[in-house]
């Protein structure tokens, strides 16, 4: 493409943009969909929405996702960096529509405002010591075990029976684990679907950042959707992620109800509980599948012990 | 005090109030104060503000931070669970003040509306494998090594001479850099004060993780404003957090300019950049004071192993 000097587009992963949501289902910041201008496909989140735009009185209100029809004004970033301008300079290349990754639906249309300085003023800092070298002082090879299932599907139990075995076997590990991350680093987040997003993106990043330590990490969220489980594992390098279903029927989590969760969701008082007022999306192709009825947490533990050696005797 | 077992006070470290806030520095969700209510004083920070409320017209406006004489919704955590009433139900056990912890003046008050379900619904889990066990694995003792400094003043290549001789100690450690974290975990956050206190408490509950995990933590921060540094050692084990002053003057800062940032940031270019449109406030007491003019990195970096090797030895 031939440009006048004067007026080069913008290449950044970051900018402000005017989005306008068309589908049932509501955008969810943190959420990875496909972006699409006229010359590129990228993934791309919002990383924050500022407000949104009451159509009628142009006034802005605060939002956390944007329902159907809705128009938010919302950072954007994307995988890597794409050549655009701004929509009140060029309509054609300051457009874009966001595509949903599952149902390939077009879900969204946006007009870009400018692009995101911070996006220059942030390098990427190359380090000396790396994962390699730091799996090698271990001997082990780093990991993210990441256990998804109801809550009281028995997650915990099996995740701290792993983590024992492990540490007996001289292997360096760490548990994340959904309750005692919101005492913390996720303390600012409820249940809702915006905050279950952000708290699965934020669990993925110090996953990461742990296994980027040589860490064995050992994850036990109830994690109900696919997308953020996918996103956790696109993060991950290769082979990286290994995703457990601890699958316990509802029926059978609601009988243990170990923290008394159930009895006060089907009373109607815990909003947004997974299996009974908010949905749990099932892993459809799990590294493990472990169907705990009639088995002994030690016994589920051991057979993902034997899943992590003959991963490490592959390579 | 004696009450009707029918009208029982609230027990909880998480609810939701109507603040009022009075002093000249803003409210800054993240950033810890003191609430003090008829019977009880306790550290507190807002976790999410909801929205503010326009006193003119009642309309619920977009808001980050609360400035003076704005009243804002939001969610508190305390340290400890407190005992209250809603304000509705009785006005002086449902009314609080916040208080500076540095000035110690009045900067808000407030008016609790509800308690937080979550609060009740996240258990600790108790895990097996502790930080004993974790450290004792690897022949070493956690810590949180924090490098602040101006940009530009040597953190970074300090952190990074520091971790390759560790490395080669057999030391096991991990280095959070600022930049780098910017790319993952944080990167829905600016360079505002908001986002800047939010930067910096994601990263201290997250090195708080890897000391857990039995790491030698090195952060690399600018981290300009004292409140989030000591926010940051209090999250810590006792003698486990060390301060580290990487001293050098803005001139040479601003001489070096590795990533060319002061250059934009003096041309105006750039907003709240720290030390020239943004404050830095210089530690007080750290463990360790480095004043770079005239030293290599190499031998700063000797310096903090020293003082990390002299603490292995006192135990």
Chains 1, 2 share one sequence.
């Not at 892993?283 to 589920?300: F, S, V």
Request: aromatic share 8%; proline share 5%; hydrophobic share 40%.
């Amino acid at each position: 493409m031939l440009v006048d000097p004067a007026s080069r587009p913008f290449v950044s992963d970051q900018f402000q943009a005017h989005l306008i949501w068309f589908d049932a289902n509501p955008m969810l910041p943190g959420r990875s969909y496909l972006l699409r201008t006229e010359t590129d496909s990228v993934s791309a989140t919002v990383t924050v929405l500022k407000h949104q735009l009451n159509v009628d009185s142009f006034v802005r209100e605060p939002a956390k996702l944007l329902q159907m029809n809705e128009v938010g004004v919302c950072n954007i970033m994307t995988q890597r960096p794409i050549v655009f301008d701004a929509y009140k300079e060029n309509r054609s290349t300051g457009n874009f529509i966001i595509v949903d990754r599952v149902s390939s639906a077009t879900v969204g249309a946006g007009m870009i405002d400018f692009p995101l300085r911070r996006a220059d003023n942030v390098h990427w800092q190359a380090l000396d010591v790396d994962k390699a070298a730091r799996s090698a002082l271990k001997n082990q090879k780093p990991a993210v075990l990441w256990l998804t299932g109801l809550s009281g599907s028995g997650k915990s139990t099996i995740a701290n029976a792993l983590e024992a075995l492990l540490h007996t076997c001289g292997k360096h590990t760490y548990l994340l684990d959904g309750d005692n991350v919101r005492h913390g680093l996720n303390r600012d987040l409820g249940f809702t679907a915006v905050d279950r997003v952000e708290n699965i993106r934020r669990v993925a990043e110090v996953a990461k950042l742990m296994a980027d330590a040589g860490l064995i990490v050992i994850c036990s969220f109830i994690s109900p959707f696919r997308d953020e489980r996918r996103m956790a594992r696109e993060l991950m390098g290769e082979g990286e992620f290994i995703e457990i279903f601890v699958d316990t029927p509802l029926d059978e989590c609601a009988r243990r109800d170990p923290k008394g969760l159930y009895k006060k969701a089907f009373a109607g008082n815990i909003a947004n509980f997974t299996g009974v007022s908010s949905p749990y999306e099932a892993p459809e192709n799990p590294e493990l599948h472990l169907k705990t009825m009639g088995q002994e947490p030690a016994r589920l533990a051991l057979q993902i012990e034997e899943f992590l050696r003959s991963r490490m005797e592959e390579k």
